[in-house]
């Protein structure tokens, strides 16, 4: 009788979940699409450099993501442990590790120019998308830590929708900031081919400082406050386990105890 009721609880605390980082990715898609544009409005020569750039960068980025998922992982198993208090370890964790990540990374873009070259691309393409990348990876702190780590670790804590009010942020600015740098409008400066990977470091670095603040010292919170049904059904939860506990010290309990052990 009631696993009809178990299943469309989870599934709506499922949906709620995802669908904010649904939303965000389509939003970086939609990002994607209005920066080929642009590059498409500087010819061919402009697309094909800044399409290989941006693929390459966005492919080690994802390969490098892949790795901090695991702090997904530990962090929600910290929590549902009730093992909250290791969450900011975790956190500082999945930081060291990102920054580790972050070296290996930014060599590799620094060296674009000499790889294309290796496996046989044209010189002038190879140039071009050094030039690209050599601006590019400096989005590379806010490209893991930001999209990587804190797309990782804030769903964890209940707090995916900061990604997506981040995204949809960076995608409101993108397409008017990157057009006034391409072709030098608003009084901004003409960077051209430059003017994409010179606007893509500012939101990534933004997504990495926003809510990772909070945990800097270790002090922020990891969770929501939580109603007082959510924290009687914890007490009753944890009250099944240690009834000894409760029977000892009945004055630490209360009525939540009392009906535990009930």
């Avoid at 930014?106 to 990348?133: C, I, K, Q, T, Y």
């Avoid at 007082?228 to 914890?234: E, K």
Wanted: hydrophobic share 50%; glycine share 14%.
């Amino acid at each position: 009788r009631h696993a009809p009721e178990g299943v469309a609880r989870h599934a709506i605390e499922t949906m709620r979940l995802a669908n904010p980082l649904a939303i965000a990715l389509l939003v970086q898609m939609a990002m994607g699409i209005t920066d080929t544009v642009l590059l498409g409005t500087l010819g061919g020569d402009a697309l094909a450099a800044g399409g290989l750039g941006a693929s390459l960068f966005i492919t080690v980025s994802v390969v490098l993501q892949g790795a901090l998922t695991a702090v997904s992982v530990l962090v929600s198993q910290a929590r549902g442990a009730g093992h909250e208090t290791r969450v900011p370890a975790l956190y500082w964790t999945g930081v060291l590790l990102t920054l580790l990540m972050i070296v290996p990374a930014f060599a590799l873009f620094s060296a674009a120019e000499p790889l294309l070259l290796a496996v046989g691309e044209p010189p002038a393409l190879a140039h071009d998308v050094g030039r690209f990348v050599d601006v590019l990876r400096w989005s590379t702190p806010g490209a893991l830590l930001g999209m990587g780590l804190m797309r990782a670790f804030l769903p964890a804590i209940n707090q995916g929708g900061l990604i997506l009010w981040v995204s949809l942020a960076s995608a409101a600015a993108n397409g008017a900031l990157c057009y006034g740098l391409v072709h030098g409008s608003w009084g901004l400066p003409a960077l051209g081919l430059l003017g994409l990977p010179g606007f893509w470091h500012p939101p990534h670095d933004a997504a990495a400082w926003r809510p990772g603040r909070r945990h800097l010292c270790g002090r922020g919170r990891v969770v929501p406050r939580r109603r007082a049904a959510d924290r009687l059904a914890g007490t009753r939860a944890v009250g099944g386990a240690a009834g000894g506990a409760e029977r000892c010290h009945p004055e630490l309990h209360g009525p939540a105890g009392t009906g535990a052990s009930s």
